[in-house]
């Protein structure tokens, strides 16, 4: 999205054209019949439903009136209420979202780390409609707090800002029609009732395999929408320079690029049982080599690994042949360091050629430690990314 398109959408929410104004009061008495709180017929509430339908008065008060009626259909006014704690504690800690502060402009601002979220663990649990349920408590749990802290401020807190982490997504996770279900339900749930509520997002550390669930997405989602959406692969460079150009910098922690310095609470990683991965000891100075034959091009591999203790080197190469020369290597994820004792790595790759790629859990750089990795790999074809539920 161009910087001018970006200035487009982020002119104040508060600011009505003559033609808004005088559309105002038409569709207050259009909707006048309807239950409205006091609250709702707020002009910046009214507004919404306005813009969201273009101005268009007949489909804005259509619009309304259907999410009036989900409202009431779904007891959404009273759910947090009755409902608020009825989370369970590992849908929590599988949803991880950061509430950061508002900006000066009035914006929520928040961070989801979504590499971090394992919806599909929950789906596979809990079942679609309980997910779907537990979403509408996240939602009004966020729209309250923005709401209380934009009251202690003394502004109106209406909109959000956020940075989507996706570093660590997988495929895996839109994988089974069930995902894929509760994803579109919930996008529909969020145009339909929570209209221009998004001012805007960014979405760092995208996979290449990003590419093919976004598709899967993308005709869901409103272009009013995607204009508000920028998305940016693994290069911290040029998502940070964003981050400090376009978010509240002291609410943002170092980590995404602000300058508020904390500990990230969701580094523990994620809470899974060991005997779900392979374990492998590598002595010190030497590494530990998992090949995998691709036999057709566009295969996705994904990986999934922890370390016990310590830190390890990873990289990941392409060879024609197996046990190839190093100097037949194709550096695919070049070696580098990583903590995968604090915080599980995840990854994956779209395999652009047929041949073998080489997993390198390397501790050369140890002279004395030994090391343990617990590590998971699987991977999807180009059928299954093609036709998933076949």
């Known amino acids: 999205m161009t910087s001018e398109v970006f200035k487009a959408a982020f002119s104040s929410g508060k600011e009505y054209s003559a033609e808004e104004k005088e559309k105002l009061v038409q569709f207050r008495k259009m909707v006048a ?3 409205l709180t006091e609250e709702q017929l707020e002009d910046d509430y009214l507004i919404k ?7 268009d008065l007949p489909k804005a008060s259509e619009m309304l009136r259907a999410s009036m009626k989900w409202r009431k259909d779904n007891d959404i006014d009273t759910l947090l209420e009755r409902e608020g704690d009825s989370i369970p504690e590992d849908m929590k800690k599988g949803s991880p979202l950061a509430w950061c502060g508002i900006s000066k402009e009035g914006y929520g601002t928040f961070i989801f780390p979504l590499g971090r979220n394992d919806l599909r663990a929950m789906i596979e649990k809990y079942g679609v409609k309980a997910c779907e349920r537990y979403n509408n408590i996240f939602m009004l749990q966020m729209l309250k ?3 209380e802290e934009g009251e202690k401020k003394g502004v109106k807190c209406t909109q959000l800002i956020e940075i989507c982490d996706c570093e660590g997504y997988s495929y895996r996770q839109m994988a089974t029609k069930q995902c894929r279900e509760f994803m579109t339900n919930m996008q529909n749930n969020m145009d339909a009732n929570y209209p221009e509520l998004l001012r805007y997002a960014m979405m760092i550390n995208t996979p290449k395999v990003f590419a093919i669930i976004f598709n899967l997405l993308k005709p869901l989602i409103p272009k009013a929408t995607l204009d508000k959406i ?3 692969g693994p290069d911290p460079e040029k998502w940070r320079a964003v981050v ?3 978010f509240p910098v002291e ?3 170092a ?3 602000g300058d508020l310095v904390t500990e990230d609470e969701y580094a523990s990683g994620l809470a899974e049982e060991d005997a779900a991965y392979t374990k492998v000891t590598i002595a010190a100075r030497e590494r530990f080599i998992q090949e995998v034959d691709v036999a057709e091009k566009n295969t996705i591999i994904e990986w999934k690994f922890k370390s016990e203790g310590h830190d390890v080197g990873f990289h990941v190469f392409y060879s024609k042949e197996a046990r190839a020369k190093k100097e037949q290597w194709e550096d695919i994820v070049p070696l580098a360091r990583v903590d995968a004792h604090t915080q599980v790595q995840e990854g994956s790759h779209l395999c652009e050629k047929e041949g073998i790629y080489s997993l390198v859990w390397d501790n050369g750089f140890s002279l004395m430690k030994a090391k343990t ?3 998971q790999i699987s991977f999807v074809d180009p059928a299954h990314q093609e036709n998933p539920d076949a």
Do not use: H, N, T, V
């Open 49 to 55: 439903w306005l813009r969201a339908r273009y101005l």
């Open 33 to 35: 019949d309807l239950s």
């Open 244 to 246: 400090r150009e376009k």
């Open 145 to 147: 707090i923005m709401k």
């Open 230 to 232: 920028d998305i940016f």
């Open 255 to 257: 980590y995404w690029g």
């Open 373 to 375: 990795i617990l590590y």
């Open 251 to 253: 609410l943002i922690p």
